[in-house]
T-cell receptor, first 114, second 114 residues
């Protein structure tokens, strides 16, 4: 069965700091990868997704993620965070062998200090 | 466009009682999902519908959980009888199709079992 690991449970940064959140998945075949974000009091929203092509994917609000197949990773990055980026971030994967089921990581809570 | 609507937002019941959640997906979305999100974990798929048919219910505890989508639009998820470990947020999501189609999430129902 596929699994997704997010090793950082809580990250605290100051405004303007750079961000990198780790995501690793276990499936060795074809995967589609996603990052979702949940702002306080709001529902989960899609931040960005990777299906194929350029492994560097750009999403909303200045976020980007890089798919590195050899490392089974899809890390999320942002060069300069803002207080409004405070949220919980979830990495998720659909693999070809999972009946197309979306599997989520356990999430990373990002707190940005003003 | 209107988002995925869920009700109620909060529910508190005692163990062994029954509870039901309702979801109205985005208009035109054929696929509907129910997820369970336990505190500190990512959402876990319980059941997926394509129109009014079940696509995947492999992780649904069928001895106590049931779900239906009779007319291929609204859906209800029921727990009977509830156990303490069912305390979680129950999320409904919908998508236009299956597989790679982005899923749109509702605000969820937070269930507390006393």
């Amino acid at each position: 069965a596929q699994s997704v690991s997010q090793h950082n449970h809580h990250v605290i940064l100051s405004e303007a700091a750079s961000l990198e959140l780790g995501c690793n998945y276990s499936y060795g075949g074809t995967v589609n990868l996603f990052w979702y974000v949940q702002y306080p009091g709001q529902h989960l929203q899609l931040l960005l997704k990777y299906f194929s092509g350029d492994p560097l994917v750009k999403g909303i609000k200045g976020f980007e993620a890089e798919f590195i197949k050899s490392k089974f990773s899809f890390n999320l990055r942002k060069p300069s965070v803002q207080w409004s980026d405070t949220a919980e971030y979830f990495c998720a994967v659909i693999s070809s062998g999972s009946a197309r089921q979306l599997t989520f990581g356990s999430g990373t809570q990002l707190t940005v200090l003003p | 466009e209107a988002g995925v609507a869920q009700s109620p937002r909060y529910k508190i019941i005692e163990k062994r009682q029954s509870v039901a959640f309702w979801c109205n997906p985005i208009s035109g979305h054929a696929t509907l999902y129910w997820y369970q999100q336990i505190l500190g974990q990512g959402p876990k798929l319980l059941i997926q519908f394509q129109n009014n048919g079940v696509v995947d219910d492999s992780q649904l505890p069928k001895d106590r959980f049931s779900a239906e989508r009779l007319k291929g639009v609204d859906s209800t998820l029921k727990i009977q009888p509830a156990k303490l470990e069912d305390s979680a947020v129950y999320l409904c999501a919908s998508s236009f199709g299956t597989g790679n189609q982005p899923q749109h999430f509702g605000d969820g129902t937070r269930l507390s079992i006393l």
